[in-house]
Structures are given as structure tokens and as C-alpha cells.
């Protein structure tokens, strides 16, 4: 074996340990605790108790809250919201982020609880805190769990997305967003047929630093080519001029029917789904935190 060639092998192994230290298992379990409290839209104790949940996880971890309640306005008047946002210090100056939202739909007399959609994000994020304790710093990585992503009422420009909203306008206004290399947004990732769509409004050298890095460890499959756009918690960062992207599977069950019903049960998802993404995203920061993304274009 040529000199090179070993490294490359003893690089691929230390990568791979790294990623093996996700587990997919424990991020699905997350998921269930969470599903068990029922359904969790913005203002519900059952989301205060999702809240309680995630920072409990989070102790361990040694991810530095960072307290981010705020008053969204919506439709009809304000509702009081609250973002879940932790932080692994590094030492470049740097940042990296991660994010998905806790929140389900309210959905009136319906027992939705949202296993895939707000699910999914919430025990996928705190399954990832515990892979980041393990691994050294080189960037700072802030995890975020957004309260608000549905609408109150009906999907707006003023009425969904309210976390990120609030949370892009403050990260412009200290500086985060300047030092923010990439920011990836996950959503709906827990689908036992996991199909990320290829979405045209994320950063397009994130999208293409995940979809090489997903190739190179054997998941291009579940990383879809057809072009899409969808609005997602990635948007209020993208339309600030920051790099962010989103990873979401958005055809779950026949016709998408599991979508936004009472079907979004945890017997629909996948440990392995979560493994994919996780995997992906470990690998993805090692990659970032290397240099693979070319600088960003200052646009604030
Ligand atoms: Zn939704």
C-alpha cells in the first residue's frame, strides 16, 4: 500500500469512528419520550415539557444554553415562544449550526403528534449534542430547536417560521451570523423511506459539501437530484445572505398522506434514517471545520 493511500485509510477510520458514535436507536427514542408527551404546538405545556426534556438531555453533553424566549406576533395578537439554542465553544471564531424545530401543528381535534414532523428534528438534535461532546473543537457549534416553524393559522410570510425569523434577526444584530460558515436545517428526516429533496433555495456549496459527503459514505441514494424549493426554517438565514440549507424529506407515506394527519406516528419512522443524517452531518462539520467551503459571500 502506497504511503498516501495509508493515510487516506487511517483518515477514513478516524472519520468513521467519529460518525459511529451517532446512534440513530437513541435519536428514535428521543423522538418517542417527546411523541409521548402528545401534541406540542407553540404556548402548550406539553411543548414547556418538550423544553424541560431537550435541556435535561443536554446537561450531559456540555452544550452552553443560551436562554432566546421572545414574543411572536401572529395571527390575531402576540404568543409568548421560546427557542431551545445550545453552544459547543471552539476556537476559530467561527460557527457552525444546526437546527430543526420542536413545535407540531395545532391541529383542532385532531391527535396530532407530529412523530416525523417536529418529532424527528427534536430527538435528531439531541442524539447529534451527544456525538458533538465527543469530538474535538475546531468551530463554535450552536444546536437550535425552534419553537413556532408551523403557523399559528396559515402558512404566511408573517404566519410560520417564527423561530428562525426571530432567531436570524438576532444572530444579524451580534455578529453570529457573520462568523456562521454553514448553518443546515433538518425537517421531517426520520422517514423509514428517507428521500432528501434537493432544494434549490439552500446555500448551494453547503448542498454540494452534504450531497459529496453523503455520496462518499454510501447514502447517495437517500440524497434525491431533482431540483425542488421549499420554505423551511433555512429561509429567514438564506434571506440574510447566510450560507444555510435544509434537509427535508417531504414525500411521507402514499400521496405524502402521513403529512400534517394523525398518521405522523413514531411507527413510521426509522433508526436508520436518523443514522444517515447523522453520519452525514458529523461527517459534513469535520469537512467544514477542514476548510471544504469556499468563503462566503459578504451580504449583510
Ligand atoms: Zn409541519
Not at 452544550?63 to 476556537?91: S, Y
Not at 434577526?169 to 462568523?179: N, S, Y
Not at 417531504?250 to 403529512?259: A, E, L, M, V
Request: net charge negative.
Amino acid at each position: 500500500m502506497h504511503r498516501y493511500q495509508v493515510l487516506m485509510v487511517l483518515l477514513y477510520a478516524a472519520a468513521s469512528a467519529a460518525a459511529a458514535e451517532f446512534s440513530g436507536a437513541r435519536a428514535l427514542e428521543d423522538t418517542r419520550r417527546v411523541v409521548a408527551f402528545g401534541p406540542r404546538p407553540p404556548g402548550s405545556p406539553e411543548l414547556a415539557k418538550t423544553r424541560a426534556y431537550i435541556l435535561q438531555q443536554l446537561r450531559p453533553t456540555g452544550c452552553l444554553p443560551v436562554k432566546d424566549a421572545f414574543v411572536a406576533t401572529v395571527p390575531g395578537g402576540t404568543l409568548a415562544m421560546e427557542n431551545v439554542i445550545c453552544r459547543f465553544p471552539g476556537k476559530s471564531g467561527k460557527a457552525v449550526a444546526f437546527t430543526g424545530h420542536y413545535d407540531s401543528k395545532f391541529l383542532p381535534g385532531e391527535n396530532f403528534v407530529a412523530a416525523n414532523d417536529g418529532g424527528s428534528s427534536t430527538g435528531f438534535l439531541i442524539e447529534l449534542a451527544r456525538a458533538l461532546a465527543r469530538m474535538p473543537r475546531v468551530h463554535d457549534v450552536y444546536l437550535a430547536w425552534f419553537d413556532g416553524e408551523e403557523a399559528i393559522r396559515q402558512w404566511s410570510a408573517t404566519d410560520g417560521l417564527h423561530g428562525s425569523r426571530h432567531l436570524a434577526e438576532k444572530w444579524k444584530a451580534d455578529g453570529t451570523l457573520a462568523r456562521l460558515v454553514a448553518l443546515v436545517n433538518v425537517d421531517m428526516i426520520g422517514d423509514k423511506d428517507l428521500g432528501l429533496l434537493n432544494e434549490q433555495n439552500s446555500d448551494a456549496g453547503v448542498r454540494k459539501l452534504l450531497w459529496n459527503v453523503a455520496a462518499d459514505l454510501g447514502f447517495g441514494r437517500h440524497f434525491l437530484t431533482t431540483p425542488n424549493w421549499i420554505e423551511d426554517d433555512h429561509m429567514p438565514f438564506v434571506r440574510l445572505g447566510a450560507p444555510a440549507a435544509d434537509l427535508i424529506d417531504f414525500d411521507y407515506g402514499p400521496q405524502n398522506s402521513y403529512w400534517h394527519t394523525a398518521s405522523d406516528t413514531p411507527d413510521k419512522l426509522a433508526a436508520s434514517s436518523f443514522d444517515v443524517v447523522g453520519k452525514v452531518l458529523l461527517e459534513f462539520l469535520r469537512n467544514a471545520e477542514a476548510g471544504a467551503l469556499p468563503p462566503r459571500a459578504a451580504k449583510q
